[in-house]
């Protein structure tokens, strides 16, 4: 807003007196009204056709499978009709696959993500936290197909391999960790993954514990606590539920990820206990097999696409539904 | 109640540490240091992808890259030009298609609510950030590409599912910056007698104009890197295409997953080029973006 040199006030050099007299106006606001709402509610209509359209394209391959077959099917053998559905479509492999890298990222991120908002609000020096987190979040801005070349082409060999033969070696007793390491596989791919959703975690974390009352800890540490101890029994108990919030964003984040997760996972139809196995999630074997499908293979990853859908539906709802209940401190965080 | 009646407590300097406070200083020690440690392993990722993709996609980078299309992947040389090229289209035809709704959705929410249909939208908008891209690229396949009309593969198709992508982080940012403009000024407007239109466009959206942008540049940003939802709209080519609509279009972060996917040195040489210059594209937009929000006159 520039502020202009006081003069004189002089009559508006405006002949058609646009803003009062004419009857031009009159029209305008309701017009401007309703475009501006009728673009308000597309937000809607998109969403509502998303449904529709996906759901329908894929029922017939509900309507054969039936729903808990579909959903625990173990053999997804497509077939190549263009009428009907021939195939035989259990997507429990890629079920389980979006499942256990999902667990595996929210394991290795939930407790850093946390660890890092306390570190940000509590402990790092005034003149550092702010350059800090945004450091932080400057790693949300990296595109997932970076992160899936950096952890096929450079983590994956030189970090995560030997980890992974080390790991097995000591531990290849326990189901979880038996051998053989292919490289890529479940593992890995829920590894970036952490990488991937800990900015999101961490921004949330950090506003949820920023607005704590200052009170209390003031109160914690009157009482002769140490820090430690002021964070674990007065702060992090009172942000519980921004956490799980926080958590439950994350995991919308890593159950939808795609391009990262195809590029590690390994991208076979098969599934196994054992964290080094290779697979596939929902959403990397549409992205895999999408492009050499028939119509009817297509049909059937839309029906995957449906049932990933609901699910990342469900965790967001429930996240924002926490979050909201919070208060409205979310603002480049959440997007 | 009497004091008097109660044997003084022994007196106890406050120099002497009570019993058990040694190890609670053990452990708040303990705690400070794991403490920044989870931060140093925090910042870790970032700087070794940094470095990476510098060291390796540094020399890459050169005229040719952006101005020759992929030989096949086993030979040396070439460039990205026909992604660069599908990038900017899709990107300019997406940006076109969302951020103006965007910023309209922002206005009726802020400016004609609160009623229960803005508290609907706002509600949805913050639902489809957590939309996974995978699923709105099934979804424009299902719409666009085989629904109605068949329109096929293509850059347009493209656009749209980058667009629904880009639509909510548009609308979020929007709503935000246009609630940071004081009432004062509409209030201002209102009392030289303009309309509630004339309000809006000559003086909110105005006052607001940086934030918009920064918030805009934001999901400029987000938009370019999107992989997933291209390769189920756009497709994927690695030649130039100017068609609008109807033959597959291309895109740097396909070509770099194409690239980086396949078992020639020189093919994922190239997609570390790629990788580079998409994140110096990604910062360049988050960097600017933040640097016309600081300096917005309007801001938190």
Redesign the interface.
């Known amino acids: 807003m520039s502020t202009e040199a006081p003069e004189a006030p002089q009559a508006p050099e405006d002949p058609q007196r646009r803003t009062l007299q004419s009857s031009r106006g009159r029209f305008a606001d309701p017009i401007f009204k309703w475009t501006v709402a009728a673009c308000g509610t597309t937000v809607l209509v998109i969403l509502a056709l998303m449904v529709f359209r996906t759901t329908t394209e894929a029922w017939p391959v509900f309507a054969k499978e039936g729903f808990f077959g579909f959903l625990f099917g173990q053999t997804w053998d497509s077939g190549g009709s263009r009428t009907e559905i021939t195939g035989t479509y259990g997507a429990w492999p890629f079920i389980y696959g979006t499942l256990v890298t999902a667990t595996i990222a929210i394991a290795i991120a939930l407790p850093l993500a946390i660890m890092v908002a306390v570190y940000l609000t509590h402990l790092a020096p005034r003149r550092l936290a702010k350059p800090l987190s945004y450091t932080v979040e400057l790693l949300a801005a990296v595109p997932s197909v970076i992160f899936g070349l950096w952890g096929l082409h450079w983590f994956l060999p030189n970090v995560m391999r030997p980890f992974f033969e080390l790991v097995e070696s000591t531990l290849g007793w326990f189901f979880l960790f038996e051998g053989p390491v292919r490289g890529v596989g479940y593992f890995p791919a829920g590894i970036v993954l952490a990488i991937m959703i800990l900015p999101i975690m961490t921004a949330i974390i950090r506003e949820v514990i920023a607005v704590q009352p200052l009170e209390q800890q003031m109160a914690g540490y009157a009482l002769g606590s140490t820090r430690w101890e002021v964070i674990t029994k007065v702060v992090l108990p009172s942000s519980f539920s921004g956490i799980v919030a926080a958590s439950m964003l994350g995991l919308g984040r890593a159950l939808g990820e795609t391009i990262a997760v195809l590029m590690l996972i390994g991208g076979s139809q098969s599934w196994g206990a054992s964290l080094f196995g290779t697979g596939s999630s929902m959403a990397s074997h549409i992205a895999a097999t999408f492009g050499e499908s028939s119509p009817e293979a297509r049909t059937g990853l839309m029906a995957i696409g449906v049932a990933l859908f609901l699910v990342t539906m469900i965790v967001n709802i429930l996240a924002r539904v926490i979050v909201w209940r919070l208060g409205q401190f979310t603002g480049d965080a959440a997007v | 109640m009497s004091t008097s009646t109660l044997t003084p407590a022994p007196h106890v300097p406050l120099s002497v540490s009570p019993p058990g406070s040694g190890r609670?200083?053990f452990?708040?020690n303990v705690?400070?240091v794991?403490?920044?440690a989870?931060?140093v392993?925090?910042?870790i990722?970032?700087v070794?992808?940094i470095f990476?993709?510098t060291r390796r996609g540094i020399g890459v980078m050169s005229l040719e890259f952006f101005t020759a299309t992929e030989p096949p992947p086993r030979r040396e040389g070439g460039g990205y030009a026909a992604g660069f090229f599908g990038t900017l289209y899709i990107m300019a035809l997406a940006v076109v298609m969302s951020i103006?709704?965007g910023i309209?959705?922002a206005?009726?929410?802020v400016?004609?609510g609160p009623n229960r249909?803005?508290a609907?939208?706002r509600?949805?908008?913050?639902?489809?950030?957590?939309?996974?891209?995978?699923?709105?690229g099934?979804?424009v396949?299902?719409?666009l590409v085989?629904?109605w009309g068949s329109l096929g593969f293509g850059t347009f198709v493209g656009a749209v599912a980058i667009a629904?992508m880009m639509?909510?982080?548009v609308?979020?940012?929007a709503e935000?910056m246009l609630r940071l403009v004081p009432n004062e000024?509409r209030n201002a407007s209102y009392g030289?007698?303009?309309?509630?239109?004339?309000t809006?466009v000559h003086t909110v959206l105005p006052?607001a104009a940086p934030g918009l942008t920064t918030g805009s540049m934001?999901a400029v940003?987000?938009g370019?890197?999107?992989?997933?939802p291209l390769?189920?709209t756009a497709?994927g080519t690695g030649i130039i295409v100017n068609a609008f609509q109807g033959s597959p279009q291309g895109a740097v972060?396909m070509q770099?997953?194409r690239g980086?996917?396949q078992p020639f040195e020189a093919g994922?040489d190239r997609?570390?080029g790629a990788?580079l210059s998409?994140?110096l594209l990604?910062?360049l937009f988050?960097v600017i973006a933040r640097w016309i929000g600081s300096r917005a006159?309007v801001s938190?």
Request: aromatic share 14%.
């Open positions: 609670r200083r452990k708040n705690a400070t794991a403490l920044t989870a931060m392993i925090a910042m990722p970032l070794l992808i990476e993709i103006p709704f309209a959705t206005v009726y929410i400016e004609y249909l803005t609907a939208i509600f949805f908008t913050d639902v489809m950030t957590g939309i996974p891209s995978i699923f709105v099934l979804f396949y299902g719409l085989i629904g629904v639509l909510p982080i609308t979020r940012s935000e000024l030289l007698g303009a309309r509630k239109w004339q809006i006052a934001l940003a987000r370019i890197g999107e992989t997933a390769l189920l497709f972060p770099l997953y980086a996917t994922i997609a570390w990788a998409l994140f990604v910062l988050t006159s938190r």
